[in-house]
């Protein structure tokens, strides 16, 4: 069983770039998908969460309107679109599958069964 993310890069303010979540070994679709990045000296963040059905997902304010999470069942994927990067969103990014949490008015990915190894993402000024 292996979960590993992909689609890093150096990009320049104002870019875009594709992450891929891809699973080996289990469906995705049948679990809570996280996204979370982490930079040097800060804690990790959790970016955004969807539910297995896509029905429902989370994102935190600072990529509201800019990241889209999307499923593709067909290939064991889930995809982080990320526009309009900024130098701020500078990080390692990885995902994660599990169950889902469900708080009032949200969900989140705390619960964890499997973490993918992370990307680098690095935007430029």
């Known amino acids: 069983v292996q979960l590993q993310a992909s689609g890093g890069g150096l990009v320049q303010a104002g870019g875009s770039l594709r992450l891929s979540c891809i699973a080996s070994?289990?469906?995705?679709?049948?679990?809570?998908i996280g996204w979370f990045r982490q930079a040097p000296g800060k804690a990790r963040e959790e970016i955004s969460c969807t539910s297995s059905s896509g029905g429902m997902t989370y994102y935190v304010d600072s990529v509201k309107g800019r990241f889209t999470v999307s499923r593709d069942n067909a290939n064991n994927t889930v995809y982080l679109q990320m526009n309009n990067l900024k130098p701020e969103d500078t990080a390692d990014y990885y995902c994660?599958?599990?169950?889902?949490?469900?708080?009032?008015?949200?969900?989140?990915?705390?619960?964890?069964?499997?973490r993918g190894k992370g990307t680098q993402v690095t935007v430029s000024s």
């Open positions: 070994g289990f469906r995705l679709e049948y679990s809570a």
């Open positions: 994660t599958a599990g169950p889902l949490t469900v708080i009032p008015g949200s969900i989140r990915c705390t619960k964890t069964d499997w």
